[in-house]
C-alpha cells in the first residue's frame, strides 16, 4: 500500500517564476492538504482539497492556488515567487479531513 | 496570540525519564487534536489521536483539557529514538493549525 507521493523532491527557481507541486494521496483517501514548511517552523496550513473543491485555507495569498483530480491526486501552484518561499512543501491525504498522513515534501529554493 | 502555542524547548532529558509536552488553543470551537513526531528534514508523521476522554498507546500518554483548552503528551521511559520535535496540530479553526513544535533530546 503506497503512502503520500510527492514530486519533485528538490526544486530551484528563480524569484518572478511560476512552480508546480504535485501530490500523490495514500490509497483510498480523498483529501489532500498543503502546507509550507520554514526551517525551525512548524507547518502553516496552505489549504486543503475535497470532491476536487478548495475547502479549507490559511492565511496565503492568492499566488497560491491548487487543484484537485477525480483521481484524488492535487497540485499546488505558486505564481510570481519570492525569495520567502523558499521552505519545505508538505501534502498530507486523509479520509474526510481526519488523521493526516504526510508525503517526504518538495524543497523549493527560490534564487 | 497565536492559535496553536506550543514552548519550542528544548527538552533535555535521560534514558528512562518521564516527560511531558503541553499544547494551548485559543479557539475553544476548535474540534480534533493531534500530535506529530517530526524528525530532522523529513515529513511529520502521526504519533496519535487525542480524544477527550485520553488515550494511550504503549510509552505514549494523550489528554484533552477542554475547559483549559490545553492538549498533553506524556512520554514514559524514554528512548534514545524519542529525540524528535514533537508537534500538535488542531483542527476546526476553519483551517488546520500546528504549533510551532517542542524538541526532545534524550541523552544516554
Known amino acids: 500500500d503506497a503512502g503520500v507521493t510527492q514530486s519533485p523532491t528538490h526544486l530551484i527557481k528563480t524569484r518572478g517564476q511560476q512552480v508546480t507541486l504535485r501530490c500523490s494521496p495514500k490509497?483510498?483517501?480523498?483529501?489532500v492538504s498543503w502546507y509550507q514548511q520554514a526551517l525551525g517552523q512548524g507547518p502553516q496550513f496552505i489549504f486543503q482539497?475535497?470532491?476536487?473543491?478548495?475547502?479549507q485555507r490559511g492565511n496565503f495569498p492568492d499566488r497560491f492556488s491548487g487543484h484537485q483530480f477525480p483521481n484524488y491526486s492535487s497540485e499546488l501552484n505558486v505564481n510570481a515567487l519570492l525569495l520567502g518561499d523558499s521552505a519545505l512543501y508538505l501534502c498530507?491525504?486523509?479520509?474526510?479531513?481526519?488523521?493526516?498522513?504526510f508525503g517526504p515534501g518538495t524543497r523549493l529554493t527560490v534564487t | 496570540r497565536k492559535e496553536v502555542e506550543q514552548d519550542p524547548g528544548p527538552f533535555n532529558v535521560p534514558e528512562g525519564a518521564t516527560v511531558a509536552f503541553n499544547c494551548t488553543y485559543s479557539?475553544?470551537?476548535?474540534?480534533?487534536f493531534f500530535w506529530y513526531r517530526q524528525d530532522c528534514r523529513k515529513e511529520p508523521k502521526l504519533l496519535m489521536s487525542v480524544y477527550s476522554s485520553g488515550n494511550e498507546d504503549g510509552r505514549f500518554t494523550a489528554q484533552l483539557n477542554r475547559a483549559s483548552q490545553y492538549i498533553s503528551l506524556l512520554i514514559r521511559d524514554s528512548k534514545l529514538s524519542d529525540s524528535a520535535t514533537y508537534l500538535c496540530?488542531?483542527?476546526?479553526?476553519?483551517?488546520?493549525?500546528f504549533g510551532t513544535g517542542t524538541r526532545l533530546l534524550v541523552s544516554p
Open positions: 498530507a491525504s486523509s479520509l474526510r479531513g481526519h488523521e493526516q498522513y
Open positions: 496540530l488542531g483542527t476546526g479553526f476553519q483551517k488546520l493549525v
Open positions: 482539497y475535497y470532491e476536487e473543491e478548495e475547502r
Open positions: 490509497s483510498g483517501h480523498d483529501t
Open positions: 479557539n475553544s470551537a476548535s474540534q480534533s
